[in-house]
């Protein structure tokens, strides 16, 4: 086995999380190696649909903290060091200008996840990134030995950043507790077929499950339902079992009586159209077994509450996830062993934890990549000392 460069420090991990911790130990003065089994940075590509939502305008810490349904309390602290202003001054000192989306959502002024990635990467420079994939991590002569494939190397401070999607038994084998990982941020299926009105949107409509409303933007898919009402729910449910049912309500306060009123000759279909897209129109109307032809004054009673109880109680059956979404990982690193003013393990001295390894995952919204750069500084500051 080859014994491979000697350095006081490695990350394993070049996503997010790796290289922000690795930015923020260089400006301390140091050069990590780190370790990525990829292309550093290639998982940033993807986000925020390719527009990189890097963090969202919420700089009051408890308020922003309430945006992960894991890692809330713990988040206190960390926020309290490196908070959102944080995020937005790291990002203007390499290069990246930024807005703030009507939304809060903040992004890069051009749009592209890809000239954070550079910009990123050349704040780098100096760095040694290390194209290996890490099979194991050991404790050896007071510090580590990290095996890749055919090489084996020596550290005194590992930093573990292989996200959320990764081999958890780089932390567990040091007797670190892994809270079971579960998709969240998802696109879900759903027991009824609505193959037919994919691609069919609402915008800013609420749903009620397991005895919450929520209010978001809404998507038929071919499987099922998705959009950011919907990750906002499987985030929630993450650690529930299927199928349970959510029920959306598509009616934004609109009176059918009134729109009824005002067009006694208009057909019904184009009525109900005027409330949710054509095709969901045609739908309920199928469901409810009325004639979509019928002019508005011949609607009864029984037929208009019975158009308005689907629209406003559209009952369905969530079965599973499904592909969609940005799908991050709600359990990984149980918190309670990880310390939050440093991101040390509570277990073994001189190792470290950043970004969605943690049981950590925020909503849609920036707030992801937000636990990324916060837990990233807060590992440099800590494994810098
Ligand atoms: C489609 C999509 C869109 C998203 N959009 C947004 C968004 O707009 N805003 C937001 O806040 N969040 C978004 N997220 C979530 C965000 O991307 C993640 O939370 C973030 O990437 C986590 O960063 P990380 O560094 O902790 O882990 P990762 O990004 O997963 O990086 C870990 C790195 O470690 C490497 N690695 C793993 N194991 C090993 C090993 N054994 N040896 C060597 N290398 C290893 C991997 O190759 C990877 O590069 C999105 C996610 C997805 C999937």
Redesign the pocket.
Known sequence: MEQGLKSRIAI?????????CAYFLKQKGFLPAV??????????L????G??????AEFDLKELAVNYPRGQKFLYSVFSRFGTSDTLEFFEKIGIDTYIQDDM?IFPVSDK?SDVRNAMINSLKGVKFIK????SIKLCNGGFEVK?EGKAYFFEKVII???????FS?ASGFGHKIVEPKPA?TALKTKEDFSFLSGVSLKNISAACAGKTYFGDFLFTHEGISGPLVYKISSLMARENFPYKIVFNFMHGEDLQDLLNANPHKNIKNIVSEIVPKSLAEAVLKICKIDENLEAHKIDGKMRDKITNILSNFEVDAISTAKG????TCGGVSLGEVDNRTMESKIIKNLYF????LDI??F?????????WST?FLAAEGASK
């Open positions: 394993i991990g070049g996503g997010p999380a790796g290289c922000a370790f990525e089994k990829n292309s550093p940075l290639k998982t940033l993807p986000t925020g649909g527009r990189c939502n890097l963090a969202h959502r996840a290996e994939n890490v099979i890749s950043a292989i996200g959320g999607h990764s081999a780089l941020l979404g940005e799908v991050v950043c970004g969605e390894i995952d925020g849609c919204g920036g707030f992801n990549l937000q636990n990324c990233g």
